[in-house]
Structure formats: C-alpha cells, structure tokens
C-alpha cells in the first residue's frame, strides 16, 4: 500500500509563490509516476503536472504552463512549485501516484491507483 502525504499549501497572495510537497511510503519511488491535480468548490478535479518515474518527461495542464514546475528527488518525494498564483488557483491539490501507466497516460486522473489527502492552496486577489 502506498501512502501518499501534501503538505505546503496555504494563503498566499495574487502574484506568490507556493512549493508544495508529497511524500510517498513506498520503496520503489523510482517506479512511479506522480501526478498532481487540483479540485475548486463546485468544480471538477483537473489535471495540473505529472512527472514520469525517471523524471525525463512531464506534462502540464494549459492553465498552469509556464508558472508551475514539476519534480521529484531520487528518494520520495515530488514538488510542485507554484510561481505567479491567480485567484483561479485555489483549489485543493492532490498528488496522486502510479506505477503501470507509460507516461502518456499519466495526465488522466483514471490511471492512478494512489492519492493523498490534498492540501489546500488559497490565493488572494
């Protein structure tokens, strides 16, 4: 069983920055795709990055390109770097991981076995 644990988020300003952080219990980190999406009240959850297991691709949703970076150490944790916030980026953000997927597929919420309990991001206008 693999357990999954965010934490970083918080109450940030309209223009900041956020690091967010998720740590896996699992032995084999390396074999495993990792995702993050994110869910606004009343929205459904989006895609936001993933990041295959050797870490040479990833992918990033279209609201998010060019001010979110994904990436993960050797040992268990992935990151999400979160520069420029909107308001639109508040949410809560869920890491998610996988290890059968090939790395297209790691955009698709449906192709993770593993989540966390999500950490919320509120960015103020």
């Known amino acids: 069983q693999v357990q999954l644990v965010e934490s970083g988020g918080g109450l940030v300003q309209a223009g900041g920055s956020l690091t967010l952080s998720c740590a896996a219990s699992?032995?084999?980190?390396?074999?495993?795709?990792m995702g993050w999406f994110r869910q606004a009240p009343g929205k459904e959850r989006e895609f936001v990055a993933a990041?295959?297991?050797?870490?040479?691709?990833v992918y990033y949703g279209d609201s998010v390109k060019g001010r979110f970076t994904i990436s993960r150490d050797n040992k268990n944790t992935a990151y999400l770097q979160m520069n420029s916030l909107k308001y639109e980026d508040t949410a809560v953000y869920y890491c998610?991981?996988?290890?059968?997927?090939?790395?297209?597929?790691?955009?698709?919420?449906?192709?993770?076995?593993?989540w966390g309990q999500g950490t919320q991001v509120t960015v103020s206008s």
């Open positions: 998610a991981a996988d290890q059968t997927t090939t790395s297209g597929g790691l955009q698709r919420e449906t192709s993770y076995d593993y």
């Open positions: 699992v032995r084999t980190f390396s074999s495993y795709g």
């Open positions: 990041i295959s297991p050797s870490g040479g691709f």
